[in-house]
């Protein structure tokens, strides 16, 4: 890939200030945009690898921006959001956001979400058809035709919840899930209620597939919002 495009759709000029020295010592490029209007201007000609959108814009909802990117575009978005706005981050999820980061948010930490952002940019456009009917992360494998799940050539024994939820977190590698939409993605639940026994599939999925479930690589846990596969290496 070449020099990383990113996108910074921020009002507060401080912060898109702040954001955009950041990318300069990353040498990333970048463009601006302080408004919804611009952002889906830029975002269509600018063409980024990654969308940083701030929710709360003068003109439109973050959230609004979110659903128009997605009508054309796969672009990985990490949602800005001040503490106050946590549902607000949940349903940017919901709509389609890879990531989110609360303000106020470290250098480094807006650096580490882009990197994960930058991974799923670079391994889609690497893509084949080979890699639609077995899916390869690390030591984890999956042969979607066999519906069968391997960790370092050894197959794991998965009930079919917790196959159905391996594939979910597999397909969307990079992805902060949120519960409502693996509940209905793996129920066709929507109810909150059934969060806690999601909680419970994903330790005894956790304990078949990581290596060390007490620092678990696979299966990222975001608390009180969702879980996100990461991409090893
Ligand atoms: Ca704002």
């Given amino acids: 890939m070449n020099k990383p495009k990113i996108l910074i759709v921020e009002d507060d000029l401080a912060v898109s200030n702040l ?17 919804g209007a611009e952002a889906i201007m830029e975002a269509l000609s600018y063409r980024p690898d990654v969308m940083i959108l701030d929710l709360g814009l003068p003109d439109m909802d973050g959230v609004e921006i979110i659903k128009k990117v997605r009508g054309w575009s796969n672009m990985p978005i990490i949602v800005v959001s001040a503490r106050t706005e946590d549902s607000d981050k949940v349903e940017a999820l919901d709509e389609g956001a890879d990531d989110y980061l ?22 889609d456009s690497g893509k084949g058809s080979q890699e639609e009917l077995i899916y390869q992360n690390g030591e984890l494998q999956i042969d979607y035709s066999a519906g069968v799940a391997f960790r370092g050539g050894e197959e794991i024994h998965l009930t079919p919840i917790e196959y159905r939820l391996l594939c979910l977190l597999a ?19 929507t109810l909150a209620s059934d969060t806690p026994s999601l909680r419970v599939f994903m330790a005894t999925l ?28």
């Fill in 19 to 35: 954001i955009a020295t950041t990318m300069e010592t990353q040498d990333y490029l970048f463009q601006k945009a302080k408004n």
């Fill in 171 to 189: 397909k969307n590698t990079g992805k902060v899930l949120t519960y409502n939409y693996i509940l209905k993605e793996v129920w066709g639940s």
């Fill in 102 to 123: 609360t303000k106020p948010f470290s250098v480094d930490e807006l650096l580490a979400r882009l990197r994960v952002a930058l991974r799923r940019v670079r391994f």
């Fill in 206 to 233: 956790r304990k078949k597939i990581e290596p060390v479930p007490s620092e678990p690589r696979y299966i990222q846990t975001h608390i009180g919002v969702g879980y996100r596969m990461l991409r090893q290496g």
